[in-house]
């Protein structure tokens, strides 16, 4: 079956979706995007990525190109069109068509929103976590807004590349000698005593709804968390450390830079962190 997208007011075959050459997206990268994950016909965190998709937009100024309600409507036909249960749905925003100027355009445009989905498999994602992955670390050269959800993404582009090119799963950001994030996951680590640490809430991270969601998981599993930053040597030295994304959910990194961390293998806290945000999601989303 042929590909179903959503541009512009339309529902069409993915191959014949383009995008208008004066599109402010494609020639500036002016505009912002979100993923959101459904198993079983269930979106989780849907609302945390849509609450997000409102900020990011606001930052910029850009106009929702409709409201919530009707966002949701158009995601579920996208799903139906597509045939699929266990999906990411891929949603982006534009400033619109102009003609190409470096200011805002003069007169009003509409935003330009597209829809896609494609199939995702969670038991992949649980056969990756079961193994847990390595991370290698670079320099954060993104600008100092990372926590618009923007569609510029070259520098983290290029810090992914970097980590398929080293055998690794992700690339971790470091600034100032800190880490601050994964190039499309959230970092984290736990101490010997058993305490979490990510990254705190700012601009120089993306505030991860699926980084939430654990959060609110460790809570509920009485789990000590510091949102705090922390040094490459610091978490070669950890007694565990993980990712967190909506693809990635929670999983273990058992090797950073080459170095093992703890005994090698997934940590228990990780593992049982991720467990919790499965079952956490399914309660919330009804799957």
């Known amino acids: 079956m042929a590909k179903i997208a959503y541009f512009n007011g339309q529902y069409g075959p993915h191959s014949q979706a383009m995008v208008h050459i004066d599109d402010r997206g494609y020639q500036f990268a002016d505009g912002i995007y979100e993923v959101c994950l459904v198993i079983g016909g269930r979106y989780w965190d849907m609302e945390g990525h849509l609450a997000r998709m409102e900020r990011s937009l606001g930052a910029l100024r850009i106009g929702m190109p409709m409201g919530v309600a009707s966002l949701k409507v158009v995601m579920n036909e996208v799903l139906r069109r597509n045939r699929?249960?266990?999906?990411?749905?891929?949603?982006?925003?534009?400033?619109?068509?102009?003609?190409?100027?470096?200011?805002?355009?003069?007169?009003?445009?509409?935003?330009?929103?597209?829809?896609?989905?494609?199939?995702?498999?969670l038991d992949q994602s649980d056969t990756q976590a079961a193994k847990g992955v390595g991370v290698i670390t670079a320099a954060d050269i993104r600008w100092g807004r990372v926590d618009i959800k923007s569609i510029s993404l070259l520098p983290n582009v290029l810090a992914k590349q970097a980590a398929v090119e080293a055998g690794a799963a992700e690339t971790w950001l470091v600034r100032d000698g800190l880490v601050t994030e994964g190039s499309s996951t959230n970092a984290w680590i736990v101490t010997d005593d058993g305490v979490l640490v990510t990254h705190p809430k700012g601009h120089e991270i993306l505030g991860g709804i699926t980084r939430e969601t654990s959060l609110a998981c460790a809570k509920d599993l009485q789990i000590q968390v510091e949102e705090r930053a922390f040094s490459v040597s610091e978490a070669q030295n950890a007694a565990e450390a993980f990712i967190t994304s909506a693809t990635n959910l929670v999983t273990p990194v058992v090797q950073i830079d080459g170095v093992k961390i703890g005994d090698g293998a997934p940590g228990r806290v990780a593992l049982r962190l991720r467990e919790a945000y499965k079952e956490r999601a399914r309660r919330v989303s009804g799957a």
């Open 84 to 121: 699929l249960s266990d999906a990411l749905v891929y949603i982006q925003v534009t400033r619109g068509v102009a003609p190409r100027n470096h200011p805002f355009p003069a007169d009003e445009v509409a935003p330009a929103l597209i829809m896609t989905a494609r199939r995702f498999d």
